[in-house]
């Protein structure tokens, strides 16, 4: 990445980044020491010193000289990756600077507030408590976006999602979510008919946790995982965390159930391959780092998804479960796969399996961006998202907030647009697994084979070492030929389930 | 902790002192992480990051706002706490500010240089290659002495061992240990005379590492470390680290061997519960912390010495050893305490018992004091280190370097003035003990029934309560009701020894 001496004011720019990227590297670690290692009593110290780090960071992305230098360096001469670079600086830059603190600092209470509550309330199927919260935080996430869109240019819910998806517009979303309503629900029927015949056996616990441990380590091998550059840990909620150069994965056992476990940390470890995978050459600055969250889950659901539930790698995993847990019926191959990709509408979006979940995310997309653009209110959530189940899933959550518009915390704090992205990363994997077959047409005799080096090339090539250099719909025409097209994950369910 | 209104500069002192205990805070995690969690993929990335964290540190340690502040605070109408910790924030100012960036960046330089080179010199025994860098790092570290004498007031050796023991001065090692050169000698030739006679039974291993943490974690809680604010994990070079509110120890585990882990163990806890007992209202400023090296290598050996290597204690852990590793000869307390309290001159400091401990400590105190003060030259140190220990100890290091004036990591890097800092701690244990007696004189019998609670409390009431609240001298009169006396210190060994 070149910092030409004709380039000062992008010089400056790098070298603040450089500092910035440190900071967020001990932010990384010591927020993953919170979660997988600190005792309790540590939380007030360590709460206090974060705070402090992250007042630290704001103070550096604000820093005054940044807008006159970003103005400067765009007349500097610079090589397309340093262009690259300055463009994902100038997001990040915005992204700091576009709001006042007194509205971030409103959002971040009032967020916190109504999130707090909000786990009480859950429980409690209290929506009307909810409401009282939840109309301020929803109140002060227009503000958000209206200024986000008077800064970029792009309409409310479109500068929110750009936030995450960068590029991908609403307009999008409505084309390619409006495909899968078209044909998701009638296939949902269809692939519970078909599964309605299937004898499907349940594993047997115990299964020990340095067993789970073993075979998870086993599996994330098996998968290119660097343990030279990586850890697996334990969280309550298991994430992927830490930095490129050191990523830190975590899962949780249950001695009853390995599944959830080996299937979580799959799914974790493509996100950790994407991240160890990222170009070193470019580490240190916004251009090196992951595209975006769509991206990202689709680099997790590539192995979680389209590798692990695949009747190919059950094959490859069976003789695992042998090796760690003991023989037994229920870990024949045929089997595995049938467990793994069981079909059953549920109220829970986390619980969801592969078909039903854009259902999930659909109506949440719906809803927020109507919220957003202030087509409807908050009091109208409960029942749209009745009559969107209905329509979806054939479930009614009528007066069930609990289990219907109460269960994730993304809306408590006013994380808007970010629902799109689990969808969009089902979605690109599918795309990329169907690029992968036009490129190596005996892809899936290899998978079973054991041979993951065609995904991992491809990966490589089209997903990890491009990092930052384009926007997100740019990297998926380069690296799948085509604008992302619903049709590849219509017919990967199709394949998979009818 | 008063910061009225009435004491501006004094509050803007504490602000200050507060951000840089969570940037500590930060350091002390992310340290701790690498040496305990790290994979090695992940050090380039963590180095620049802690060398960001520490120049942070440095510019805020450095602020040039802060002498001002500290004038003009002196000034301000303070309740004793406050000005206790105006005296350690001066302290620590003068510690940051006192030297020329430039000096400490080249002794930085030239110590990591001579570091370096040395482990290889160390193994090849190769004095001559090493007197090259380390005439440079003695000649800055000599500039360094001379600067912080001009600031203090102190002569220059003095200057040294006031940062490790504030307020302890050369004259006063010299009285102690002159005493102790008068009988130690006699002693250790004593105590072997008398042990020759004595059967010992070795342990038999193998000891699984699982055992031998379980074990750990178990002697931890009898000598009361509080886990739900702190853990035991593993590291090459064991070490307490971590935050007082969240204490982080390490051991390493061997599985021939379990008494090195089990003790080094115990002594870290002793540092630790010094830290986790540290007065909370005070935790965030100067005065809330550990007051000195010596102090804390006190409660380390209090634990270590005093304690653990006692007969009572024995026959506390020998049940706990039958538990953890089943039954064995070797395991009779009668039997553990003859192993824990063999006596044989040695050359190597780190492996020395309690007896000829400090022996390894006065022949090094006095070549740096001489070195330091230019009465000699680097040159000299061998001659001088094999006439002391034939003097001491009846060894010949007579062209032995490597087992000689080259164990030390200490003098490579320019830490000079550190090494009294070992024995004062283990003659405070010794004094701490000797007022714990008086006061509970049926203490040994308490603490064969496993009752530590006086120790605890008389700990916590006389060290860990105190903090920073007065230098090392007025700490140990307050606390014992003597300045430093090595008559308890040689009443101890007289008593185990002979």
């Not at 077959?437 to 993951?452: E, Q």
Request: glycine share 6%; with cysteine.
């Amino acid at each position: 990445m070149s910092s030409p001496a004709s380039a000062p004011n992008y010089g400056e720019l790098t070298r603040i980044y450089t500092r910035l990227y440190r900071y967020n590297h001990l932010s990384a670690i010591v927020g993953w020491d919170r979660n997988a290692m600190m005792p309790p009593g540590g939380s007030a110290a360590r709460a206090a010193a974060e705070a402090e780090l992250n007042a630290l960071i704001h103070r550096t992305r604000t820093d005054p000289r940044l807008a006159g230098w970003l103005r400067t360096a765009e007349q500097e001469n610079l090589d397309d990756i340093a262009r690259a670079n300055l463009r994902e600086i100038r997001r990040d830059w915005r992204d700091a600077n576009a709001l006042p603190e007194a509205l971030v600092e409103a959002k971040t209470l009032a967020g916190a507030k109504c999130e707090h509550a909000w786990r009480g309330q859950r429980q409690a199927n209290d929506w009307k408590g909810f409401l009282e919260n939840f109309r301020e935080v929803l109140r002060l996430s227009r503000e958000e976006a209206k200024l986000l869109a008077d800064d970029t240019g792009l309409a409310p819910y479109d500068a929110l999602m750009d936030r995450f998806e960068p590029g991908v517009r609403a307009a999008d979303i409505d084309r390619i979510f409006g495909d899968v309503k078209t044909w998701l629900p009638d296939l949902i029927v269809k692939a519970q008919e078909k599964q309605r015949k299937e004898q499907v056996i349940a594993p047997k616990g115990p299964f020990p946790v340095a067993a789970q441990r073993a075979l998870n380590i086993e599996v994330m091998t098996l998968l290119g995982f660097d343990f030279t550059a990586g850890r697996l840990d334990e969280s309550t909620h298991p994430f992927s965390g830490g930095v490129p150069e050191d990523v830190r994965l975590t899962t949780r056992y249950n001695e009853g159930d390995f599944t959830r476990s080996l299937l979580g940390t799959i799914h974790e470890t493509g996100h950790a391959r994407y991240e160890q995978n990222l170009p070193r050459a470019w580490l240190g600055q916004p251009v090196g780092m992951a595209r975006s969250y769509g991206v990202h889950e689709s680099q997790s659901l590539s192995y979680e998804m389209q590798l692990a539930r695949s009747r190919q790698f059950c094959g490859l995993i069976a003789p695992l479960l042998c090796k760690h847990f003991g023989e037994q019926p229920a870990f024949e191959p045929d089997n595995l796969y049938r467990l793994w990709t069981r079909v059953k509408p549920g109220y829970i979006r986390v619980d969801a399996d592969e078909v039903t979940y854009p259902a999930h995310v659909i109506l949440r997309y719906e809803i927020e961006r109507a919220l957003i653009e202030g087509a409807i209110e908050a009091d109208d959530i409960p029942a749209l998202w009745n009559e969107n189940m209905q329509a979806l899933l054939g479930l009614s959550t009528r007066d069930n907030y609990k289990d219907g518009c109460l269960q994730d915390v993304h809306w408590t704090e006013g994380a808007f647009g970010y629902f799109p992205s689990y969808t969009l990363g089902a979605m690109y994997a599918a795309q990329w697994f169907a690029a992968m077959r036009r490129r190596t047409p005996d892809l899936d005799a290899r998978i079973a084979k054991g041979d993951l080096k065609p995904v991992f090339d491809w990966q490589s090539k089209h997903i990890w070492s491009q990092a930052c250099l384009w926007d997100t719909p740019a990297l998926v025409q380069r690296a799948s030929g085509e604008a992302l097209n619903p049709k590849h994950f219509q017919a990967h369910l199709q394949a998979r389930y009818l």
